[in-house]
Structure formats: C-alpha cells, structure tokens
C-alpha cells in the first residue's frame, strides 16, 4: 500500500515537473513601460529628445546613471567605453520607434524592475532595430523583442543576475511576435532561457555561445525557424523545442548537461523538424522526443550520454539517419510498448557484428536497448543496476536466447565503421591547467606504494 | 604488541607474495586504462569530466578489488596444516593471530592499490584541474573499503581450511564473488520482473543497498555524481530511504555489518577448529 502511496507521489512529481517545463516559460504580457520617471531619465535624454529622426548620436565615454526612451529612428553609438547604469525601476533603454541601432553599450541594469513588467537592459517594441556589441549585466531580461520584427542582434554579451532561482530570472535574449530575426555571435550565460522565442517565425540563430542556464534555446509556438552552428552548454536543456513546426538546426553543440533529468535537446509537440551535423556529447539524456511527428535526424554525432534517445509512444514517423552513436550507456531508452520510428544506417561503438560482405555495414541488424532498457523504461529503480554486470548478464542472455517478447527497434542497415561527419563540431575539451594538489597526492599516494613495496623486501624488513 | 607483531610479518610477507606484486601492476595499468579512457572517449568529439572518469573507475574498483581481496585472503589466511600446527602453537590467542594477520593483508593490499590510483591520478591531473580531487578520494576509499569487506569474508570460509580444505575455500570465495557480483542482482531483476512497478523499485533498491558489492557501487556513485547518478532512481532510493542522512546510515550499517560480522564468525570458529 506504502509501495502504491509512494510510486503515485513520485509520478505525479514527474508529471507536475513535466507540466512546470511548459508554464513557467509562458509569458504574462504585462503592461509595457511608457517614458521613465523625470527623476529617471538619464542625463543623455535631452539629446536623444532633441535628435532629427534618421540621425546618428555619438555619446562620448563615461558612466551615466539613469533609463534612455528612443521614440524615433536614430542611431546610437558608443565612442569608447560608455557605461548606462539603469535607474533600477525598469528597462534600461526602452526602443519604441522602428530602425533603432545601439552601438558598442554596457549596460547594468541594477537588478530593477520586474519580470512581469518584462524589465530588461534593452527593451524594443519598434521594428528593424539592430543592437550591435553590446554588454548587458544585472538585469532581469537582457534584450527584450516584443513585436519587433526583423531586428537584429549580434555580437551582444548578456550576463544575467548571479545567485537568482531561475524562476527569478528573465532570459537573455526574449522574443515574442517578432518575425524573421537574426541573432548572431551573442554570449549568453546565467540567465533563465538563453533565447526564448514565442510565436516569432522565420527567425535565423546562429553562432552563439549559451551556457549556466536553463534552457540554451527554447521555441514556443515558432514555425520555420532556422538555428546553427551555436553552442549550448550546461543546462537543464541545450535546447527545448515545443509547439513549433518546420524548425531546421545545424552544426550545433548540445553538451555537458548533466543535471539527472538534464536533456542535450528536448522535442516535445514538433512537427517536420531537421537536424543535422550537431554534436550532442555529455548528457544524461542526448536526445528526449514526445508528442511529434515526422522528424529526421541525418548525421548528428550522440555522444557519451546515459541513454542517446529518449522515446516516447506519442511519437510517430521519426526518422534517424547515418547518426553516430558514440560510447552511449544506452542507445535507446522507450517509454511504452510501441514505436514506429526508423533506424537506418546508423552507427553504433556498441554494435560487434562483423560486416564480412565488406558493403560498409553489419551483416546483421543491430537490436537498440537491451530488454533490460526496457524495463529501465518501467520501472524507477532499475536504473540503479545499469552498467553493472548483471544487467549484462540479461542483455546477453536475451541476444542468445531471444526467448523473451521483444519491443523490436532495430536498425537493419548498422554501418561497420564510425562515418566520417566532417561538419559535426567537435567540443572544445575541458582542460583546466594541471593540478598541482592533484598530483602531489598522486605522486604520494605512489611512492607510498612504491615504498612500501620496497621496504618489504629488505632481509628482515621493517615493513 | 602481538597484533602489531602478526600485522608486520603479515605485511611483510604479503608485500613479497608475487600475486600482490602482480595486482598491484595489473590494478595501476587498469586504473590508468580507464582514466586515460575518459579523455579520449567519444571518438574525437569527446569530453569526460573527472566525475564520469570516477565513475569508470568505481565500476573497476567494485569488480577487481572484491575478487583480488578474497583470492588473496584465502591463499595466506588458510594455511598448510604444518605452517597452521606452528602458528597456533604460539602462546597468542587465535584471534589475536587473526586480526594481525588480516590488518597486514589490508595494508598490503591498500599499498597496491595507492600504487595503482597514484599513476591513474597523475594521469589525470596532469591534464585537469583540481575539481574532481573530492570523487578520487573517494573512490580511493571505497577501495579500501571493499578490501576490508571482503578479506573479512575470506576469513570467514578460510577459518577451518587448513590442508587439502583450502581448495574448497578457494572455490567458495570464487562462488561467492559470483553471486555477489551478478547472481544477487539478476535474481532482483527477475523478481522485479514478477512484481507490480512500486514493489518492483523496492526489492531493487534493497538489493542494491544489501549486497556489499551493491551498497559500495551505489554510495560511491552517489557521493561522485550526486543524484545525477541514476537519475530518478536515486530520488526514488532517497525518497525510500528518508534521504540522503538514511541512505547513508543504511549503507554504511551494511558495509559494516559485512566487515565485522565475518571476522567475528571467523575468530569465533577459528577457536573452535581442531587444527
């Protein structure tokens, strides 16, 4: 009975967590900040007031407290290093004109205002505005687009509040109703999401760095979207797709994610999705697909994860081609008792069957999961049992004797030899400079053996 | 004083035994084996923190260590039935003997073991920095760990194995190293497999904190890799367990049940045993 109470707290947990992951990301539309407070505005603001439209407003080096409003398309830029210090009762600089530049800020936005007012150190209603080499700290928001399309982001360093729940922080960069975007080069780290895009299409991500967040990149309701060569880095997803269509992604790094319920990327509710050349290396769970349709996977490298795939049975006509399965605990993990997803071509460091033929691929299918994954998919506790010898022991004695019901995923064309990926990029290591401490104690801890050794062979020895 | 007497003249000796010597290397190319591993895995795409590199290693240590420890300690415990009429005929007390003699295999073996983690550490930390010094530590002693647990049991099936009984003694420690490196588990596998899901995770759970082999694999990698380590199934341990406090009490009661339960028995028949 205890046992039940248990198992039904702990589902219903998942399933609460489950929901969390798609509300607390859904904005509030608050009411939009209007023209700050005089004792507000930055001593700059007179200038911007006095701006012929279409004009450029250089501002010479130097710190200067208080919140910019651009109401008409000009462009700012920074000669040196100019400092805005926000006043710390909303956005920073609040663009409410279309074909606003910024140029070359830093901005601190002092922890002010509120996420339900959507503060932000760059807040932009106006569209075709560009916001180039910019540095946002301290604020709950770092760039804001909301109906802002066609605007345009790049080489931006945003930095979020150190030591905020991510439940108290806004993302780095918010887009909501703002098509076809570009932003590009940004880096991107301790905030919520990186990028959070809602109900914006047509939008181009592409070589940005996100790490120490939540999410990388997380799509709401964002059709036709196209995302590459970016890097997305310890979270608790490197990239959280939902609700959205026709998303293409390439060349990107999905890594190092290793929370226990961390995922490299996350489909949940997507359609017709693309993904190819990505590398996702180093997480609990590379790849986590629910409720979609129609997706292909075409020469990603899945790396060094817990379980490569997570599966579920709401999923229907995935496709994974010409992959690369390297040093995996699992390749598949199957929530449910069914899947029509197709494993084609693939290629897996856990697959020994020869390819005598010599066509480039195993002579024999590659069955994906043992039944001991399988029931790793059933029931909690067996995950305390993976690697252990064991669940070897049942995984062999199921190839020998398949005697027992199979949830047959195969994979009939299993390439011999890893294939060469030339466009999957490969992850900078982690490498720290050597450890002193390190390897003091090692050297210790052998010479103590050494020693030991040593002195237990003198005549006598005073071992 | 005799205790320190056995314990050095069991040390000495252990640290001549060829088969010490050879675990000792075997152990250090193994360890380095797998921490080089780490850095090179994933086909060039890689990256291995020392976390994942420890984890590796506690899977070396839970399978090696057990099976050198009983290996090792049944050879020297249990003794030619001249060698065993000498010894005893000494005016120390059986026990006495015994524990000696099982704190200076420990020490031979632990030496052998620093050997091997020493040369895996250095290969490591010639490339990394110094975050992963905690999970060494603690592989390094659960090392130790798994010797004392299981020289105590050697001690126990080699109580009264003197003579031609060794060979059996011999045969149950590999026995006993089987079952508890797969026959418990698989047999809770299949016992799961019966069961209705929340009974299921119970009886694995307890089989995993249980067995020696199970409770040392599942602290240690826990310790390593934090709740990380089996994703929902170490919340699912810890939520049975009344957290982490209870986990550890649990583990720790077990390992040391398993460490003086046997020695005791051991001393207990050795004083018993018609030599």
Known sequence: MRTGAIAVALLLGLGVCARAQVDDGAVTVGQLEGRPAPSDLSPL????????????????????????????????????????????????????????????????????????????????????????????????????????????????????????????????????????FRLERNLIRDVRDGFYVQSSEGGTIRGNRVSDIRYGLHYMFSDDNLFEDNVFENGAAGAALMYSKRIVFRRNQFIRNRGFASVGLLLKVCDNVLAEDNLVADNARGLFVEGSEKNTFRRNVIAGSDVAVVLYDSVSGQRFESNS??????????????????????????NLEPDLDGDGASDRAFTLGSVFDHFRGNVIAADLLVDTPAAEALGLAERTFPVLRKIAVADDRPLAKAPELTAVPVAARVRGAASLVGIVVSAGLMLLGLAGFHLGQRPGGAA | MNLRLFAAEELKIALRSRWTQIFAVVFAILASGVAAAGYVISGGHGVQDFARTSASLVHLVVLIVPLVSLMLGVLSLSLERGAAEVVFALPVSRRTILLGRLL??????????????????????????????????????????????FLALAAFLSADAFGRRRTRALALALVAWVVGEVFIDLAALGLATLLPSGAASRVLILASLLNPIGALRTGALLLVEGTGAFGAASLALLRFTHGPAGATTLIACSLLAWTLVPAFWAGRRLERTDI
């Open chain 1, 45 to 180: 603001q007179a200038r911007l007031d006095q701006a012929l439209p279409g004009s450029t407003v250089v501002i010479p080096a130097g710190t200067y407290r208080g919140d910019l409003f651009l109401d008409r398309p000009i462009t700012l830029r920074a000669r040196g290093e100019v400092t805005l210090i926000g006043s710390g009762h909303g956005s920073v600089v609040r663009v409410r004109a279309a074909g606003v530049t910024l140029e070359g800020f830093t901005i601190d936005g002092m922890r002010g205002g509120d996420l339900g007012r959507d503060s932000s150190g760059i807040h932009v209603t106006g569209s075709d505005a560009r916001i180039a080499r910019c540095r946002i700290r301290n604020s709950l928001f770092g760039i804001y687009l909301r109906e802002s399309s066609g605007t345009v982001v790049e080489d931006s360093e945003i930095v979020g509040i150190p030591g905020l729940d991510p439940g108290e922080k806004g993302s780095g960069i918010h887009l909501w109703n703002s098509r076809g």
């Open chain 2, 104 to 149: 200076g295999l420990f020490a031979a073996l632990a030496l052998a073991q620093s050997f091997g983690f020493g040369l895996a550490g250095l290969l490591v930390y010639s490339q990394s920095g110094p975050e992963g010094i905690g999970d060494f530590v603690i592989v390094l002693g659960a090392s130790f760990v798994a010797t004392a647990v």
């Open chain 1, 325 to 350: 399965f390297v040093s995996n605990r699992t390749p598949l993990l199957l929530v449910g008792t069914r899947t029509d997803t197709v494993f084609r071509g693939n290629y897996y460091t856990s």
